[in-house]
């Protein structure tokens, strides 16, 4: 049977996951991740058969070391017998500015092209290019595939992914509207095609990716039509620790105060802002709700910030598509926070006559339909697979034959 390779190379780390995959099932046989690679204590961790080892691994270097080990390991715990049932590998890349609408076979030529915009995407690209390199070093005779956060949004229009700022910016520099969680929108929109039982392109969704990052995307019958992230991931949504949209005069007005560079506010509204900048350094939602719970109003005052920024957008995308079939929570607040998804849809349940289950919503982590029979829009939690579409796709683009079963 033919196995596929789901990675996520990051600087200093190397996450993986091995399917089974036939034309009837996808069955995750492993996962793990290698951390702290090239510093003095990197550790190795991996789930199989219900267990889970961890342990140090000082000989991991670099990624180089942790793809051998991986692949070593994998054979010796019988996980497979041969290298050579693993049909292809498929790799999380952040961004391919312009250059790919799809998912693409990874060689040189293509490494070349996404080097080439690797100042949209400095702190990700090159760490991901480094785990296409491993791959394709330790296994040589495999297809290696690239899955860009950013290639499912580029089916926009200009109207929706263009600034006003000067055009000469654009020609440039490419500056414009890309977005991300790409991987995650795709998998979700065509997996809810899946539960109505409806073809994709007869559809008009609006998924929403809610995690400590968060983004919305307007899916008008079977492509995007406007993201709420943009050039970078600091747009949109109020986030864990990110701003979301903001007036941009606020870096010189702060800079002016209190003398810092505009790289280090910007700095500041990535990682210290959001739920951690209204709570003293808090940024996962539980614990904000848990604040929220016991009477504090910051913490009280940033969720509901949230959940307006949310509904905001929905009530833009349900215009801008000119209405919409059905509204999508994924990703860890959008699958597991009942209050998220019930304080949004409160906000816009009367202008797009939405009625909500509230008992099926107290469900959490599951796939549901939280609308009732009444409702005129559907509203689906639809837990996201980023690794399972990083596989499929694997597979598409790298033509690999599956057996039946």
């Known amino acids: 049977m033919s196995k596929i390779m789901a990675v996520n190379a990051g600087s200093s780390s190397l996450k993986f996951q091995l399917l089974e995959m036939t034309k009837t099932s996808e069955v995750v046989l492993t996962e793990g991740i290698f951390e702290k690679i090239g510093q003095p204590e990197p550790i190795f961790t991996i789930k199989y058969d219900g267990k889970k080892d961890s342990k140090f691994v000082p000989e991991v270097r670099n990624h180089a070391d942790s793809v051998a080990m991986l692949l070593k390991v994998l054979v ?40 080439s915009v690797n ?21 040589p005779d495999v ?37 991300f969680h790409g991987t995650s929108h795709k998998y979700v929109a065509y997996r809810t095609a899946e539960i109505l039982g409806k073809p994709l392109e007869e559809l008009r969704i609006i998924t929403c990716h809610i995690g400590n990052g968060a983004s919305l995307a307007a899916i008008k019958y079977g492509k995007v039509v406007d993201t709420s992230m943009g050039l970078t991931p ?14 941009p005069a606020v870096i010189q007005f702060i800079s002016n105060h209190e003398g810092f560079t505009s790289n280090r506010i910007v700095d500041i509204l990535n990682k210290k802002s959001g739920f951690y900048g209204f709570t003293g350094g808090h940024s996962d939602a539980r614990e904000v709700r848990a604040l929220q719970a016991e009477g504090d109003y910051k913490a009280d005052l940033i969720l509901r910030m949230q959940e307006k920024s949310i509904a905001d957008y929905i009530g833009q995308y349900f215009v801008y ?28 349940k009367e202008a797009l006559q939405i009625e909500i289950d509230e008992k099926v919503n107290e469900i959490k982590g599951e796939e549901l339909e939280i609308s009732t029979p009444n409702s005129k829009v ?19 683009v790298g033509k690999i034959e599956l057996e039946e079963k």
Not at 119 to 139: I, Q, S, W
Not at 380 to 391: H, Y
């Open 234 to 247: 600091l747009d949109g949504l109020v986030m864990g620790t990110r701003s979301g949209t903001l007036d």
């Open 321 to 348: 598509m000119g209405g919409v079939d059905v509204i999508v929570f994924t990703a860890g607040i959008g699958e597991k926070s009942p209050e998220c998804r019930l304080h949004v849809i409160d906000r816009i």
């Open 378 to 396: 559907k509203v689906l939690v639809v837990p996201t697979n980023e690794e399972l579409m990083i596989a499929r796709d694997c597979i598409r």
């Open 76 to 115: 010796e715990k019988g996980i497979v017998k041969d290298l050579n049932e693993i049909k292809g590998v498929g790799h999380r890349i952040l961004h391919c500015g312009e250059k790919y609408s799809d998912s693409v076979i990874m060689n040189e030529e293509s490494i070349a092209v996404v080097e």
């Open 143 to 179: 297809v290696n595939v690239g899955v860009f956060d950013t290639s499912f949004h580029l089916t926009m229009p200009d109207e929706a992914y263009m600034y006003a700022c000067p055009y000469e910016w654009y020609e440039k520099y490419r500056v414009r509207k890309y977005g």
């Open 119 to 139: 100042d949209l995407g400095p702190l990700h690209n090159p760490a991901n290019l480094t785990g296409v390199r491993a791959f394709m070093k330790a296994l």
